[in-house]
């Protein structure tokens, strides 16, 4: 019993720590960021034209990592926020993603499929779902940039799509995935799959992005689940149908 009360307070007193040290983090991260807002409001004024093609992007994206740093702690705990709903064009969320990650552009390496039909609508929080759509391609980029996908032809592509709903109309739902055609994910990370620092499918990976897409969609009142694509990754997300309309 000594040695058990021994180990608890070992690891409260390295949660404390931890937690401390990600407050720290997020204080400076803060800063960071909103100087380089503000460079970035200036950098918008040039009359550049590719300046002022890529300006908006920027600041859109800083303006989310700002409010992600705003409430990524909640009484001394990471949480996420209750789902603010709102009936969004998920085409336009998919397409903010792929212009986000740069992959909508003929230079990229990786081929982006936007599978979402133009004015797809989905009742969901807007940024609560850009974050998991981000979070899952970001996975999806870096296996298709990985080492094993060195090879002539080799085929780097990444997809998000819907499928039809299922079940009847009081209980359909939509199916949404991201797949890719990457190297698949390792047996060690799916015996761990969807818990942060343990479900990391790469070396140096934290496995927080696919921790973060599972909240989301659970506070969604839906599901995630892995399957392979052979050859790739698919993730699906399986949201209630009963505020969503295509």
């Given at each position: 019993?000594?040695?058990?009360?021994?180990?608890?307070?070992?690891?409260?007193?390295?949660?404390?720590?931890?937690?401390?040290?990600?407050?720290?983090?997020?204080h400076d991260l803060r800063n960071i960021l909103a100087s380089a807002q503000m460079i970035s409001d200036r950098l918008s004024t040039l009359p550049d034209p590719r300046v002022q093609r890529i300006a908006p992007m920027l600041l859109k994206s800083l303006d989310r990592a700002l409010h992600y740093t705003q409430s990524v702690l909640a009484?001394?705990?990471?949480?996420?926020?209750?789902?603010?709903?709102?009936?969004?064009d998920l085409n336009q969320i998919v397409c903010d993603v792929r212009d986000l990650l740069s992959l909508g552009n003929e230079?990229?390496?990786?081929?982006?499929?936007?599978?979402?039909?133009?004015?797809?609508?989905?009742?969901?929080?807007?940024?609560?779902?850009?974050?998991?759509?981000?979070?899952?391609?970001?996975?999806?980029?870096?296996?298709l940039q990985s080492d094993e996908m060195e090879g002539v032809g080799i085929v780097r592509?990444?997809?998000?799509?819907?499928?039809?709903?299922?079940?009847?109309?009081?209980?359909?739902?939509?199916?949404?995935?991201v797949e890719d055609t990457g190297p698949g994910l390792p047996t060690k990370a799916r015996e761990n799959?969807?818990?942060?620092?343990?479900?990391?499918?790469?070396?140096?990976?934290?496995?927080?992005?696919?921790?973060?897409a599972a909240e989301i969609v659970e506070a969604h009142g839906g599901r995630i689940e892995l399957e392979d694509a052979m050859p790739g990754l698919k993730v699906t997300m399986v949201f209630p149908a009963s505020r969503s309309a295509a």
């Open positions: 019993m000594q040695k058990r009360l021994a180990d608890t307070l070992r690891e409260q007193r390295h949660l404390a720590d931890l937690g401390l040290a990600v407050s720290k983090i997020n009484y001394g705990r990471a949480v996420e926020a209750k789902p603010n709903r709102r009936q969004v230079e990229a390496e990786i081929e982006f499929v936007n599978g979402v039909p133009p004015g797809f609508e989905l009742s969901v929080d807007p940024e609560q779902i850009h974050r998991l759509l981000t979070n899952l391609c970001r996975n999806a980029v870096q296996a592509r990444l997809t998000i799509g819907v499928e039809p709903r299922k079940g009847d109309a009081a209980s359909g739902e939509v199916l949404i995935y799959l969807f818990q942060a620092f343990r479900g990391s499918a790469r070396s140096g990976g934290t496995g927080l992005g696919l921790a973060i």
